[in-house]
């Protein structure tokens, strides 16, 4: 048995997705978990050759593989989000799927890349979450002394805010399409009508639409690194 719609959105999500995601996710340097960002053996030797000509601070390794609706791709993260493409002539970029394995990819690249960002545009500290409106605008805390000098950088570097608002809008969609395929499951293990319809109530609010969407919400150590993402 099958409900039209979900079902479609759920196929897709379960052909790249290999793990479920809990309520609260932990980056990959707090939880020191094996699935870390890949890295090819080219992109190592290119960044050594970078580190030992440039011996200033290098930027965060964007070099990592994403689970995309074209399959597993290898992206530079920071090119991927630049408002100024290598080639402008190429076709769209891959769209990244909601999985866990793209959540700590873009969790781990967020967490070298932001702490540089604050210090290259004179912000001392994060805050200590950011969360994001309906209209995509980052919300820091009421007593964040640095709030407008970071609206302003984000602003001005479009890159690192979709970074972070895509981070954000994964982990929500990822969260909805667990809830869907766990009702797909128990809807298809249903053995008599008192089963399915004890299944239909408790999924009553996604079925009818109505469902509050869930809220995800970056928190940060006052250096810059992810500490992990929070969903409401």
Not at 108 to 132: C, M, Q, Y
Not at 203 to 213: E, F, R
């Given at each position: 048995?099958?409900?039209?719609?979900?079902?479609?959105?759920?196929?897709?999500?379960?052909?790249?997705?290999?793990?479920?995601?809990?309520?609260?996710?932990?980056?990959?340097?707090?939880?020191?978990?094996?699935?870390?960002?890949?890295?090819?053996?080219?992109?190592?030797?290119?960044?050594?050759?970078?580190?030992?000509?440039?011996?200033?601070p290098?930027?965060?390794?964007?070099?990592?593989?994403?689970?995309?609706?074209?399959?597993?791709?290898?992206?530079?993260?920071?090119?991927?989000?630049?408002?100024?493409?290598?080639?402008?002539?190429?076709?769209?970029?891959?769209?990244?799927?909601?999985?866990?394995?793209?959540?700590?990819?873009?969790?781990?690249?967020?967490?070298?890349?932001?702490?540089?960002?604050?210090?290259?545009?004179?912000?001392?500290?994060?805050?200590?979450?950011?969360?994001?409106d309906?209209?995509?605008?980052?919300?820091?805390?009421?007593?964040?002394?640095?709030?407008?000098?970071?609206?302003?950088?984000?602003?001005?570097?479009?890159?690192?805010?979709?970074?972070?608002?895509?981070?954000?809008?994964?982990?929500?969609?990822?969260q909805?399409?667990?809830?869907?395929?766990?009702?797909?499951?128990?809807?298809?293990?249903?053995?008599?009508?008192?089963?399915?319809?004890?299944?239909?109530?408790?999924?009553?609010?996604?079925?009818?639409?109505n469902?509050?969407?869930?809220?995800?919400?970056?928190?940060?150590?006052?250096?810059?690194?992810?500490?992990?993402?929070?969903?409401?």
């Amino acid at each position: 048995m099958s409900i039209q719609g979900l079902g479609a959105a759920a196929s897709l999500y379960q052909a790249t997705n290999r793990q479920t995601v809990p309520r609260q996710i932990q980056t990959p340097e707090a939880a020191n978990s094996a699935e870390k960002v890949s890295v090819s053996d080219a992109a190592r030797s290119l960044l050594a050759n970078e580190a030992r000509a440039n011996p200033a601070p290098a930027a965060a390794s964007a070099l990592s593989s994403f689970d995309t609706d074209k399959g597993r791709v290898e992206l530079d993260i920071d090119q991927y989000f630049s408002s100024t493409p290598a080639n402008p002539a190429a076709e769209l970029p891959p769209l990244l799927m909601p999985t866990q394995q793209n959540i700590d990819a873009l969790s781990a690249h967020v967490s070298k890349a932001f702490p540089a960002f604050l210090a290259k545009n004179g912000i001392p500290e994060a805050p200590s979450s950011i969360s994001f409106d309906s209209q995509g605008q980052p919300v820091f805390p009421a007593d964040y002394p640095y709030a407008e000098k970071l609206r302003t950088a984000l602003e001005e570097t479009p890159g690192m805010a979709r970074e972070l608002s895509t981070l954000s809008a994964l982990t929500e969609f990822k969260q909805v399409l667990d809830e869907s395929v766990e009702f797909q499951s128990e809807y298809q293990r249903a053995a008599n009508k008192r089963e399915l319809d004890a299944v239909l109530a408790k999924y009553s609010s996604l079925l009818s639409g109505n469902a509050a969407s869930p809220q995800a919400t970056l928190g940060f150590h006052a250096g810059g690194q992810l500490a992990g993402i929070s969903l409401s």
